[in-house]
């Protein structure tokens, strides 16, 4: 799945981490949809944003707010 949708769209991220792992929030601020993820701290933050991003992606389509 590719993230290719989102391009032109503001996302906002943010990482907490708790104990050993992460969590990543995500936000498409034009239409407020908000999603996250967990994975292990040591995945790397490139790792957990791409997950996140596909996620995000994945919901935006499901609710036909982008195709």
């Known amino acids: 799945m590719t993230t290719d949708s989102l391009?032109?769209?503001e996302?906002?991220?943010e990482?907490?981490?708790m104990g050993n792992y992460v969590k990543v929030?995500?936000?498409?601020?034009q239409s407020?949809?908000?999603i996250?993820?967990?994975g292990?701290?040591?995945a790397g933050e490139a790792v957990l944003k791409k997950n996140a991003l596909q996620r995000l992606t994945y919901i935006l389509r499901?609710?036909?707010i982008i195709s």
């Open 7 to 9: 391009k032109g769209r």
């Open 11 to 13: 996302v906002l991220l």
């Open 15 to 17: 990482f907490s981490t």
């Open 25 to 29: 929030s995500a936000i498409d601020v």
């Open 32 to 34: 407020m949809v908000e």
């Open 36 to 38: 996250s993820i967990s």
């Open 40 to 42: 292990p701290a040591n």
């Open 62 to 64: 499901k609710k036909a």
